[in-house]
């Protein structure tokens, strides 16, 4: 008996109970290795001693002072530790509570932005199709998955959307990493003629997409080339690092990997590490001077923005994450766990790809490897690989519509950046196992 309406109906999920390091046991006493961290939530490991510390200290002090009569120490040093961190010109901070909230609070400044400068005829947001941006009317309109999308269609607002840099499957087998990236950024520009380029607000983009590709990250120049298409037509670039940010990929923004300065970035997830909920909105200097000597202020606002427990929170587990230590062992961790899928998998005929940077990795299921053809949806092969894993005691992160949002299914890792290696080959060897099983159920 339960009064929780949960994310599915019907299911008995284990009573979580307490957790340390890459496990979580639950109330039965039984252990699970934290292969995804939840949903790439989990950076630092759970129970990490110095998070609680700076937890205990803020709560102390205090924990609660609205941001409209006050502003505190932890939030002014979690946007000083952020600036300090993110690619040149991203100059301020705007804290919310989550990812669809970072979302969300990201699209408004691009569209006050532009009124703000007298160009308030720009409205349209181009995104990518299997993109996911969150679960708000605005960051699902935003988000490009077409299961995610259909039911609440006719309530979206309008939005756009371009092919995604998905080299496994739309790159031509005779096309070089080069001319797919630019075949993609003349499908963007052609996209903002179209829609009339004194008309488009924005393009948002994952840079490793996340939750409804399975880590795909892009190829060649891609983003440098979408960078000037939205230079040249005066389009604001928003990156979406909710998911893939905050040190996930082995560099603390995932964006460094592609040499690209979007004008505003979003983050959440990894950023509180599971501790607290908290997201953040980080802007350009040119955006952040249009409201300050133009109205004066951001027409947005949630009661607890700035919240100062999830602050401190933060700010302990940005520290973590920027230690030289923490990335170098999620780039090992990260190339150990890629090597050591390709030797157990690589040769599997229902295993199409293995992909991913630092300790964000994707494995494509497929029913033919030589065709790359899917299986039938109807098999629901993500989540029987999500429920093996979960019987042999691995948390992983599976979903189907990998292609289309019918068709194909992924397999996301996403452990703590704390992880030792024999949990790696564990890992590994849990993960292949339940692949196994539930493709022979
Ligand atoms: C790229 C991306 N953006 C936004 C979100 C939404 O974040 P949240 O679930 O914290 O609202 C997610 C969540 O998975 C995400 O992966």
Not at 56 to 72: E, M
Not at 343 to 365: K, T
Request: negative net charge; aromatic residues 6%; proline residues 5%.
């Amino acid at each position: 008996m339960t009064r929780i309406l949960h994310r599915s109906i019907g299911p008995t999920l284990p009573h979580a109970a307490s957790a340390q390091g890459v496990y979580i046991t639950d109330t039965n006493g039984r252990q699970y290795l934290d292969a995804s961290g939840g949903a790439a939530v989990t950076s630092v490991g759970h129970a990490h001693p110095e998070v609680l510390a700076a937890m205990r200290a803020q709560i102390d002090n205090l924990c609660y002072a609205h941001t409209s009569f006050f502003t505190t120490d932890a939030a002014e040093a979690l946007a000083e530790k952020l600036v300090d961190l993110a690619p040149e010109g991203l100059n301020y901070v705007y804290l919310v509570s989550g990812g669809s909230e970072a979302v969300e609070a990201a699209l408004k400044m691009a569209r006050q932005y532009f009124v703000e400068i007298g160009a308030p005829q720009r409205r349209h947001i181009i995104a990518r199709r299997q993109s996911y941006h969150g679960n708000t009317i605005g960051a699902l309109a935003t988000g490009g998955n077409a299961m995610r999308r259909k039911q609440f269609q006719p309530i979206l607002p309008e939005t756009h959307h371009v092919s995604p840099c998905y080299a496994y499957r739309d790159k031509g087998a005779d096309e070089s990493p080069e001319a797919y990236a630019a075949r993609l950024a003349d499908e963007l520009e052609a996209k903002i003629l179209e829609l009339g380029p004194e008309e488009v607000m924005a393009f948002v983009a994952e840079p490793v997409v996340g939750a409804t590709l399975g880590a795909v990250a892009s190829v060649a120049d891609y983003f440098k080339r979408v960078r000037k298409i939205c230079d040249k037509y005066g389009v604001l670039l928003i990156l979406d690092e909710v998911m893939c940010g905050m040190g996930r990929t082995g560099t603390v923004f995932a964006c460094e990997q592609d040499d690209v300065i979007p004008d505003i970035i979003t983050i959440a997830k990894g950023l509180g590490g599971g501790y607290q909920p908290i997201g953040a909105v980080m802007l350009s200097e040119k955006i952040y001077d249009s409201f300050a000597n133009g109205s004066g202020l951001f027409q947005h606002g949630h009661t607890y923005i700035g919240h100062p427990v999830a602050a401190a929170t933060a700010n302990k587990v940005v520290e973590i994450i920027a230690r030289p230590e923490t990335m170098a062992n999620v780039n090992a961790m990260g190339a150990k766990l890629q090597s050591g899928l390709e030797a157990v998998l690589g040769a599997s005929p229902h295993v199409g790809d293995i992909r991913g940077r630092g300790l964000f990795r994707g494995i494509e299921i497929v029913a033919d490897r030589d065709t790359k053809t899917p299986f039938d949806p109807s098999r629901k092969i993500h989540a029987k690989i999500k429920r093996q894993a979960m019987a042999r005691g691995l948390i992983s992160y599976p979903m189907g519509g990998t292609i289309d949002g019918v068709h194909g299914d992924h397999i996301l890792l996403a452990p703590p950046y704390i992880i030792a290696p024999h949990d790696v080959d564990l890992i590994i060897e849990r993960l292949a196992d339940a692949i196994n099983a539930a493709i022979a159920e």
